[in-house]
Nanobody, 122 residues
Framework: QVQLVESGGGLVQAGGSLRLSCAAS??????MGWFRQAPGKEREFVAA????????YYEDSVKGRFTISRDNAKNTVYLQVNSLKSEDTAVYYC?????????????????WGQGTQVTVSS
């Protein structure tokens, strides 16, 4: 059974940092991504990478602040989030694709985690 389990969310002050983790089980994935959804808003793309981490893709508002990485030995992808702003408050979701897609489109991903809450206080 395939599962994606996120962790690492929490309450942090503006300017702070967190490291989100997404542990995959059941199979390996060629592409993984992070999305987020704030209350009353649609789910939006944050970042994605390919299986060897050589190619990454970020939404413009997080470039230079967020970093996606992975540890294939642990079948885990990470999202380091720095210089957090109040507008980064959202539930953050991990997504995985069996193909190499590097896509901002949520429909392109095959599996999703349950989400982890990030709340940034100003």
């Amino acid at each position: 059974q395939v599962q994606l389990v996120e962790s690492g969310g929490g309450l942090v002050q503006a300017g702070g940092s967190l490291r989100l983790s997404c542990a995959a089980s059941g199979r390996t994935f060629r592409s993984m991504g992070w999305f987020r959804q704030a209350p009353g808003k649609e789910r939006e793309f944050v970042a994605a990478d390919t299986w060897n981490g050589s190619t990454t893709y970020y939404e413009d508002s997080v470039k230079g602040r967020f970093t996606i990485s992975r540890d294939n030995a642990k079948n885990t992808v990470y999202l380091q989030v720095n210089s957090l702003k109040s507008e980064d408050t959202a539930v953050y979701y991990c997504a995985a694709s069996v193909g190499v897609i590097l896509s901002p489109g949520p429909a392109r991903y095959d599996y999703w985690g349950q989400g982890t809450q990030v709340t940034v206080s100003s």
